[in-house]
């Protein structure tokens, strides 16, 4: 899929979330449910990091673009070292290593541990760059005629407007994991949420998705999971835009409501 549906199928998978941890009897506060939304947005956009241009590759310059050429490499050089006689030969590593279930548990565990121990100005990073991602994959039209620099800044502001907010007591900055040094370590969840949805949203078109690796199927380390190719559809088709955006918004309106209690 494309950077707007992946978003925005990101923000609804987190608000679902929400009305679940509700109906558990783990309600969260809403600043939890509106960062984690914006994050799991964000999120969603992460695995495409090993395309050129992908919407997270152009977001922060030069610094994203040196870094998808080196995710490229590593996940190409993964692929190769680790493909079994069915796997095709390929030229580059997108739709690798970085669409795979354990990539998306590696970032999440990762982003936790940064954020429990690298304190607020870890957390402040981690809202920035996922505010920013959800700014370009949400608000996709404006983004794309702005300046980066505004694109930022919005980005900037709204990470240091959430920090503020989720370090108030009850605002959630130990929602779920309420012993003494535990705080914002959900902040993993809502991130490998975002890429296990983004690998889910890929699988759904033409070329699948090899989410289960390093999993063997058959003669194959990096099975294309995906539903019959009958039912795929081309990223950017119709289907995605007409039909699967307008699911996702109602998906999340619902979910939303569900996670707050008003329905």
Known sequence: MMGPAHSLSGAAAWLGVGAAAAAAGHEMPWPVLAAGALICA??????????????ISRAFGPISR????????????????????????RTGGHRTLTHTWLWAVLIGAGASVLAMAGGRWAVLFILFVHM?????????????????????????????????ILNKP????DWLFTAPGQEYLWLG?????????????????????????????GRKRW????????????????????VLMPVFMV?????????????
């Open 170 to 173: 009850g605002n959630g900055a």
């Open 66 to 89: 040196g870094l998808c050429e080196v995710i490229d490499k590593i996940s190409y050089s993964v692929y190769k070292a680790t493909k079994k006689p069915g796997d095709p030969r």
């Open 251 to 263: 998906l999340g309106g619902v979910g939303g409501l569900g996670a707050l209690g008003l329905i």
């Open 132 to 164: 920013v991602l959800a700014v370009e994959g949400l608000l996709w039209r404006m983004a794309r005629v702005s300046s980066d620099v505004l694109v930022w800044l919005l980005g900037a502001t709204s990470a240091w407007i959430l920090a503020d």
């Open 189 to 217: 969840l809502p991130i490998v949420l975002g890429a296990l949805v983004h690998d889910v949203g890929d699988a759904l078109t033409v070329s699948g998705c090899p989410i289960l690796w390093p999993i063997p199927i």
């Open 42 to 55: 964000g999120a969603a956009l992460a695995p495409d990091l090993d395309h050129k241009a992908a919407t």
């Open 223 to 242: 099975y294309p999971v995906g539903p019959p190719k009958p039912m795929r559809f081309r990223a950017g088709s119709w289907v995605e835009l007409k």
